[in-house]
């Protein structure tokens, strides 16, 4: 037992080595934890935010003219107005997602009480702001055209009244939720990726099989190199959480951080073991490279770090429980956004690591059966 | 200091007014890597149709030069001119580098192992810009001249050492050079295979007089044949001449000596051959073979070896690279399981992997050293020794006396801290040993520890290995092709074609075969196993060869770009895919997997959201609000809170991702028009999904209102003054595969095309395959166009396959106009591949390209494209990064041809930025690529 420590420790002392002298992957293990989670986090956002609409204004009234104000930042970039040819045009192109067609003698029906029609056109090819951004702009303007015609008191009017609240992000703030999961996804990419690719290095080189003629067992070799690669992604993330996406882009984080890496590094050990597993599937880094594709972008997209679980049909969503990254997502988003202790998290946690467990044998078991089929 | 001899040979060697135009010119060239200095100051030259030795252990700059005179190494001082060109100038060496052939150092090196002996040399014929007929004549023609046309359709990878020399010599040849450049031609290779191939070299030579001829070795007794020899030593010349003249300056016998004489600094005699006896020593033996048998699927690597090893003997291996030493010695030490036979070490059955007691017990007893390096070379010296003393477990001071034992011993206290990728061959191939024997071992299997280790390095490692065996009773198997180092044995065995053809003493064995040198008894044994029609026209006199028929490549400029060229590599780039099946199959399967996963994943039609109530009124308005969510195909009920305490608890463990509370006394409020309020409590964790059920609940209170009002008041609460009608182009059912699909389309053709070009690059420098580039008059542009195709060929397929899958089984309606989506993909892949080339440029490992693919093409492809989010409300620097990349432009024309029914005329400005791309990639690429080492 002190033996299979004492290797493993020396093995992963090594590969720690290894990896500080290839600068080019360090640079790239920074800039994933770093300029690739800011730019993300900033630039893409999932809200109602700078929608392009466009109008044909064919009454040019008080009413409409309103209307057209009232679509304010940070929701919607100033309207621009256009002409009814070129509706299509700007829909077309994606210059504008909505498109907002004001029918002549609107003012004049909305004082007769003859309830007229705008029509309101939706680039339904981009989904999610297509639904919010709708909901968004028809409450504008009924909210404005009640205002033009003095009938604030329809609101009181009401029976009952509902008011939503959102716990644990008051603002529905993308940048709180893209940040955290872009560490989340980086960091999954890294972790199947750099185990698996040091694993074939070390069998390309040769120094795989010299490591095999003195004595040390393969599980030292696999338990070296996945301790060696998860506790540089860990303490990459970590620093990453407190730098970037603390400090830099101001998103407070609820939980504690102990916790998080407690069960990032109980995750690190399952897709490291899977990298691992899948370096033995591969016989050359061209063959690796493109199974660890389809991998990484599967565990990424479809873990709940992007859309929500609830979307997926029913059968892939049981397929995706075997998937370590989805129980870390929920893990990772129970304790950072909602602070939840470890009495809540831990059926993931020991999912994750059982997860782990079972990759870890498997990669065992490969890496011995492809060393006694090698040349 | 240097005893130059004076040049009284017809061919002088220093440049002299007599000498009209020399075949090569050097003046005045040095050459350093980093802070270590290559070559000092040489100068010479070699006339036409002359031949030039370079002797020189490893390590002291011969490859560098030929390196230099090939044109493929970067100048640094002085001058070369070569055939009349100044090789320091790019348009100079490119027209004259078609008459240069280089073959690189190791055995077929510059190969290409997946490729059959007769494409390999097709391959090269293309390169440079041969005609069908001219191929065709001059790969029979080359085939049959070195006796290798019964073999070519054998891939280049499986044959023996060799043969694979012969064929890097085919390929060498084909262009019909008029100076060819040989780095080590016979390293590694039988006694039998390199008296045939120097014979080879006489009678091309004889062939055509006209061609120079440079050859580095290390095996002195090689260049004795040679016009000239010069013998170099760090860098700088030591003595010039011919053999004789340079044995008479030095009073030797052989060059060896002759060499040795030479060095500056005076070297201890080496120790006399002769070997004291051998003490017996009681116990097993230390190694019994029986009967071993190693097959590679159909390949039999060992055929039947039975040996018997004593302890402390010393016993020699013999045979050429390939014929089964290395898989014989594996086997031995358990890295590899025998198919048939057994192996006993010290007496216990080898337990392949042993990752048992007894395994790991017998490892300890044994030393090992691979043939290849195989240490860390990014460890330090000192660094290397000191894990292998931790992994063998020595205590802290027994590691610390054996570290700097074996830094002393070995002579490697000066590189102690240096990492062994900056040092020369020689120099890590003692680490190497000085590795294996650190635990201090009871036997040692060393696989050609002394391949490239300079005469001196040699003897003194012998005498340790003699001190060893006699005095520390260690046994010693040891594998070598160096005819010295077989009389050193106790014992040696002779191998050939994966069988023992001969066990003995060396002496013993010269005398069975009556033969007067040890040298010509193996070449006896290897003539009576070789089947007698192998090799027969390779011994058949020169004039069997059809006349040379001169020149008939293009030797004159190379031109802008030559089709032809491009050809040729793209043809080998697809015939070495085509032999990879499962990389193949791999990057035509990833993508439908993926499309499969995320067009039926990736969806915004959220539904079965989990909610909760915490019902405070229980009344039956209340009831009745609630029923509107219980009702709802979007909403799923869970158990009803019990409190606050409840709904922070669910809450927080994610179970319900919606609390709706309606407050105590709703019904009485609500009937007494005290306006009461019900509040919603959203996970706000993932603002999509929030405000997609703040959605949803709104809707529900809305149809909750109108219910109330049709039952209170008996008729439909008022209209609203305006009614918003809403209207989804493009994807009227709102079906988010439709959304999704041509984003996924856009995503997987960056990807994997930019992956699959970018470790193209890379895996040739690692393998050493560019050679070819460097060396012979090829574009840069032709290289990276010609490695391309086969890749957009590939990606083209994946397109077809894709678009099958997306209008077949997900139903994506298919609007536009399909020229326009082809265009656009064909366009995209082009563009993919060729920054695949970029980002080639610059990494150095192929773990770095991978990495370096997937991070850097991800976040622009799935984040800053429109894929996911529109990227008209893309902001600051993502709004850059998005339309600074091909795909944002695809996305376009995917997003317009499939879901907004667009064609060519609408979309053709995203086709012509996609050009631009292209563009942009290839001239970036072409400017980055090096074309040259340095």
Redesign the interface.
């Given at each position: 037992m002190t033996r299979l420590l004492r290797n493993t420790v020396r093995l992963g002392v090594k590969e720690l080595y290894s990896l500080s002298r290839d600068l080019v992957l360090v640079g790239l293990i920074a800039y994933t934890f770093t300029v690739a989670i800011y730019t993300v986090a900033r630039g893409q956002q999932t809200e109602l935010s700078n929608a392009v609409v466009s109008v044909v204004d064919e009454d040019r009234s008080v009413l409409s003219q309103r209307i057209r104000g009232a679509l304010l930042p940070p929701h919607f970039r100033p309207a621009e107005l256009i002409g009814l040819d070129a509706l299509d045009r700007v829909l077309d192109s994606g210059r504008a997602s909505f498109a907002l067609d004001i029918p002549p003698g609107l003012q004049a029906d909305v004082l007769a009480g003859r309830a007229p029609t705008i029509q309101l056109n939706v680039d339904a090819t981009a989904m999610t702001l297509a639904g919010n951004g709708t909901r968004y702009i028809s409450s504008i303007i009924q909210a404005e055209v009640a205002d033009f015609l003095g009938r604030a008191e329809d609101q009181v009017a009401a029976p009952t009244t509902l008011t939503v609240r959102a716990r644990f992000n008051p603002n529905l703030e993308s940048s709180w939720f893209t940040s955290v999961m872009q560490v989340i996804n980086n960091l999954t990419t890294l972790a199947v990726i750099l185990s698996g690719a040091a694993v074939i290095r070390e069998r390309e080189h040769g120094t795989l099989e010299h490591l095999l003629a003195m004595p040390v067992r393969p599980a030292e070799i696999v338990l070296a190199k996945i301790w060696a690669n998860g506790l540089v992604i860990l303490l990459a993330a970590i620093l990453s959480l407190t730098l970037v996406v603390q400090i830099g882009l101001g998103v407070p984080v609820a939980g504690s951080l102990w916790l998080f890496a407690l069960g990032a590094g109980i995750y690190l050990f399952a897709i490291t073991s899977l990298g691992v597993m899948l370096s033995t599937i591969a016989t050359t880094m061209p063959q690796f490279g493109l199974l660890a594709i389809p991998v990484f972008v599967v565990l990424n997209l479809l873990s709940g770090a992007t859309t929500p679980l609830e979307s997926m049909p029913e059968p892939l969503r049981t397929v995706m429980l075997a998937s370590p990254a989805t129980h870390f997502v929920a893990f990772a988003q129970a304790v950072l956004y909602r602070d939840a202790g470890i009495g809540i998290v831990w059926p993931e946690m020991l999912t994750v690591g059982g997860l782990g467990g079972a990759f870890f044998v498997c990669a065992l078991i490969r890496f011995r059966a492809t060393i006694a089929a090698a040349r | 200091m240097r005893p130059d001899p004076a040049p009284t040979d017809p061919t002088p060697t220093e440049p002299g007014p007599t000498d009209p135009a020399p075949c090569i010119r050097l003046e005045g060239v040095s050459h350093r890597y980093g802070p270590t200095e290559a070559l000092s100051d040489i100068s010479l030259s070699l006339p036409p149709g002359g031949s030039l030795g370079l002797i020189g252990p490893d390590g002291v700059g011969k490859s560098t030069l030929l390196g230099l005179i090939a044109g493929i190494r970067r100048i640094q001082q002085g001058s070369v001119t070569v055939l009349g060109a100044d090789l320091a100038r790019a348009d100079r060496r490119a027209a004259v580098s078609g008459r240069i052939a280089y073959m690189p150092q190791g055995l077929g090196r510059n190969l290409y192992p997946t490729l059959s002996v007769a494409e390999n040399v097709d391959f090269f014929a293309r390169l440079y810009g041969q005609s069908p007929q001219e191929r065709a004549r001059h790969i029979d023609e080359l085939l049959d001249a070195t006796g290798i046309a019964a073999f070519r359709d054998r891939p280049a990878g499986k044959l023996s050492g060799g043969m694979k020399q012969k064929l890097a010599l085919c390929c060498a040849l084909v262009h019909d050079p008029d100076l060819m450049i040989l780095d080590e031609p016979t390293t590694g290779i039988d006694p039998l295979s390199r008296v045939q191939f120097w014979r080879l070299i006489d009678r091309i030579r004889a062939r055509r007089p006209g061609m120079s001829l440079v050859v580095a070795t290390a095996q002195m007794s090689e260049a004795e044949t040679f016009d000239t020899i010069v013998a170099l030593d760090h860098g700088r010349v030591l003595a010039r001449g011919t053999a004789r003249e340079i044995q008479e300056a030095t009073g030797t016998a052989t060059l060896d000596e002759a060499f040795v004489a030479l060095l500056p600094t005076p070297v201890r005699a080496p120790t006399d051959a002769a070997l004291p006896p051998r003490r017996a020593v009681d116990g097993p033996p230390a190694i019994e073979a029986e009967g071993l048998v190693k097959r590679?699927g159909d390949f039999t690597a060992v055929d039947r070896v039975s040996f018997r090893i004593e302890a402390g003997e010393i016993f020699g291996f013999l045979g050429s690279n390939g014929c089964g030493k290395t898989?014989t010695m594996?086997m031995l030490?358990?890295?590899?399981?025998p198919t048939e036979g057994e192996a006993r070490v010290f007496g216990s059955p080898v337990t392949?992997?042993g990752?048992d007691a007894l395994g790991?017990d017998m490892?300890?007893r044994?030393g090992?050293m691979?043939q290849?390096?195989?240490?860390?070379?990014?460890?330090s010296t000192r660094?290397n020794l000191d894990?292998?003393a931790?992994?063998?477990?020595l205590a802290p001071d027994r590691k610390r006396r054996r570290v700097a034992a074996l830094l002393e011993q070995f002579d490697l206290g000066e590189v102690a801290d240096a990492?062994p990728d900056r040092l020369p061959i020689g120099v890590r191939q003692r680490l190497q040993l000085a590795v294996a024997m650190l635990h201090e071992p009871d036997m040692l299997i060393l696989d050609e520890p002394t391949s490239g280790v300079d005469p001196i390095a040699r003897d003194r490692f012998w005498d340790l290995l003699y001190d060893l065996s006699r005095n520390g009773g260690v046994t010693i198997f040891i594998s070598t092709h160096l005819m010295e180092e077989v009389t050193r044995c106790d014992r040696v065995s002779l191998m050939h074609a994966g069988r023992v053809l001969a066990v003995g003493a060396p002496e013993t064995l010269r005398a069975e075969q009556g033969a007067a040198s040890l040298e010509e008894a193996f070449i006896r044994y290897l003539e009576q196993a070789e089947p007698p029609a192998r090799e027969s026209s390779a011994s058949e006199p020169p004039q069997e060869a059809a006349p040379s028929p001169g020149r008939t490549s293009d030797a004159g400029p190379v031109g802008i770009f030559s089709p032809r060229r491009c050809w040729a590599f793209a043809r080998r780039e697809a015939l070495e895919l085509w032999r990879?099946p499962?990389?193949l199959s791999?990057?035509l399967l990833?993508p439908l997997?993926?499309m499969l996963?995320?067009g039926?994943?990736?969806?915004?039609?959220?539904?079965?959201?989990?909610y909760a109530a915490l019902d405070q009124d229980r009344s039956r308005e209340s009831r009745m609000f609630l029923r509107q969510l219980s009702s709802s195909p979007y909403f799923a009920e869970a158990p009803a809170l019990s409190g606050f305490a409840d709904l922070d608890?669910q809450?927080?463990?994610?179970r319900i991702?919606l609390a709706v509370v309606v407050p105590p006394g709703?019904g009485r409020d609500?009937l007494a028009?005290h306006?009461?309020?019900?509040?919603?409590?959203?996970?706000?964790?993932?603002?999509?999904?929030?405000?997609?059920i703040?959605?949803y609940?709104?809707a529900a209170?809305q149809g909750y209102?109108e219910e109330?009002?049709m039952t209170?008041t008996g008729h439909a609460a008022a209209?609203?003054?305006?009614?918003?009608?809403?209207?989804?182009?493009?994807?009227?059912a709102?079906r988010?595969t439709d959304?999704i699909a041509p984003g996924v389309l856009m995503?997987l053709l960056i990807?994997?095309p930019a992956?699959?070009t970018a470790?193209?690059v890379v895996?040739e420098k690692?393998l050493g395959s560019i050679t070819n580039f460097y060396a012979a008059p090829v574009r840069r542009i032709e290289f990276l166009i010609g490695k391309q195709l086969p890749y957009i060929g590939v990606a083209m397929l994946s397109v077809a396959c894709l678009l099958a899958l997306m209008l077949g089984l997900f139903g994506v309606p298919f609007a536009g106009g399909p020229v326009a989506l082809l265009a656009g993909a064909l366009l995209y892949t082009t563009a993919a591949t060729a920054f695949g080339l970029v980002v080639s440029t610059?990494?150095?490992?192929?773990?770095?390209?991978?990495?370096?693919?997937?991070?850097i093409v991800?976040?622009p492809a799935?984040?800053?494209s429109?894929m996911?989010?529109?990227?008209?409300?893309?902001?600051?620097?993502?709004?850059v990064?998005?339309h600074g990349f091909p795909s944002l432009y695809f996305q376009?024309i995917a997003?317009?041809v499939f879901?907004?029914g667009?064609d060519l005329a609408?979309l053709y400005p995203n086709h012509l930025i996609l050009a631009g791309f292209v563009a942009a990639y290839w001239v970036a690429a072409s400017v980055l690529l090096r074309k040259q080492e340095d």
């Open positions: - | 590679f898989t594996k030490t358990g890295l590899l399981a392949a992997l990752n790991n490892r300890r044994v090992y691979s290849s390096f195989s240490l860390y070379a990014e460890l660094q894990m292998h931790d992994l063998f477990a990492r990879d499962i990389l791999f990057a990833g997997i993926l996963a995320m039926y994943g990736i969806s915004f039609d959220v539904d079965s959201l989990t608890r809450m927080s463990a994610g991702a709703f609500l028009g306006s009461p309020e019900l509040a919603g409590w959203l996970d706000g964790a993932n603002p999509v999904r929030a405000e997609t703040r959605g609940l709104e209170f209102l109330y009002a209170e209209l609203p003054p305006v009614t918003v009608e809403t209207r989804f182009r493009y994807n009227q709102f988010s959304a995503m990807m994997i992956m699959l470790l193209g895996r690692e610059f990494v150095r490992s192929q773990i770095a390209a991978i990495f370096a693919t997937a991070i991800m976040i799935v984040n800053f429109g996911m989010y529109p990227a008209a409300a893309l902001e600051g620097a993502a709004r990064i998005g376009n997003t317009g879901n907004k667009l609408r």
